[in-house]
């Protein structure tokens, strides 16, 4: 069994290459849901939908998230009548966000909900979200704004300077259903190539949760999501660099060091190698850049080798 925590594109890309190499029914995908906020009325959960929609090969390969072929008809209706659109959903994306509001407001969880998505669209992963409570990712830019996740990301398009972040809700939430026992069961633990500060940092911020990497330490490994000092896509070089951290494959080895036996760096990086192992944390190097899903399965490989 592997139990992997998953945030963002480069996530739902790994995980992609992950189900070529083992059964998906043995993968449970642990995803973050600071993410999540509410769009006209709707409850949008990005990186639980980016997941399920890369698992069933059914993503905007340009984007890397939202459905293939996608229109936006009932954006540009909404437009009429002075809504705010800046984040933009698809007309059959928001079939997604219409059956989970359907099912929270009839007292289904998060979790059971998820469920039932990940279902509909043929994905064996069990797919989790990292809680059934309300958690919400605050960034604070240079000019003492706090701004929602996707105020800072999408609609300021991550241009303003981070002075802070916060997981709200964070402290009062519980792990969903399952979340704890996954990592306690798996036989490897996999920290996937996602930014560890707004899609890794909500997961660990549950309590209970990186406790309980910390006792199975031995079997985690992460996949560092940054290259020679860049990140592929979004903003996680840049964010890490506004808070004080060194935005590199060292960078992640010390944010994870306490629970991470092992990190997969890039082979750009070879030469931080000892670097990386003063942190405490075994390197494995090779190609992390996933061109393509060959790729993507030989990088799951690797890192599933990692703590063998």
């Not at 083992?22 to 639980?48: E, M, Q, Y």
């Not at 290259?227 to 996680?236: C, F, L, N, Q, S």
Request: hydrophobic fraction near 50%; charge should be negative.
């Amino acid at each position: 069994m592997i139990t992997a925590l998953a945030g963002g594109v480069g996530a739902a890309r790994f995980l992609r290459g992950l189900v070529q190499v083992v059964a998906p029914a043995a993968v449970t995908a642990v995803v973050n849901t600071g993410d999540d906020d509410h769009f006209h009325g709707l409850l949008v959960c990005p990186d639980l939908d980016t997941v399920i929609y890369t698992l069933a090969g059914a993503e905007n390969p340009e984007l890397g998230w939202g459905l293939r072929d996608e229109t936006f008809a009932s954006m540009d209706a909404l437009d009429r009548y002075g809504l705010p659109t800046w984040f933009r959903l698809g007309d059959r994306d928001l079939a997604t966000h219409l059956f989970r509001a359907e099912g929270l407001r009839a007292a289904r969880s998060l979790s059971a909900v998820t469920r039932e998505i990940s279902a509909a669209w043929g994905v064996d992963v069990r797919v989790l979200p990292m809680t059934d409570d309300p958690v919400g990712t605050r960034i604070t830019v240079d000019d003492g704004r706090e701004l929602r996740m996707q105020e800072w990301f999408v609609r300021d398009r991550a241009e303003p300077p981070v002075g802070a972040v916060r997981f709200e809700g964070a402290e009062a939430a519980l792990p969903a259903p399952g979340v704890l026992e996954a990592i306690a069961a798996a036989e490897t633990i996999l920290v996937c190539p996602s930014n560890p500060i707004i899609s890794i940092g909500p997961i660990l911020a549950v309590p209970g949760v990186r406790d309980a990497l910390r006792a199975r330490r031995d079997h985690v490994v992460a996949v560092s999501p940054i290259i020679a000092g860049k990140t592929v896509k979004g903003p996680a070089d840049r964010l890490m660099a506004d808070l004080g951290l060194e935005p590199s494959c060292v960078g992640i080895a010390r944010s994870y060091a306490d629970f991470c036996a092992a990190l997969v760096i890039d082979d750009a990086d070879v030469d931080r190698v000892d670097d990386v192992e003063r942190e405490g944390v075994r390197a494995v190097v090779t190609d992390t850049l996933m061109r393509d899903s060959r790729i993507a399965a030989a990088l799951a490989r690797h890192s599933l080798a990692a703590v063998a």
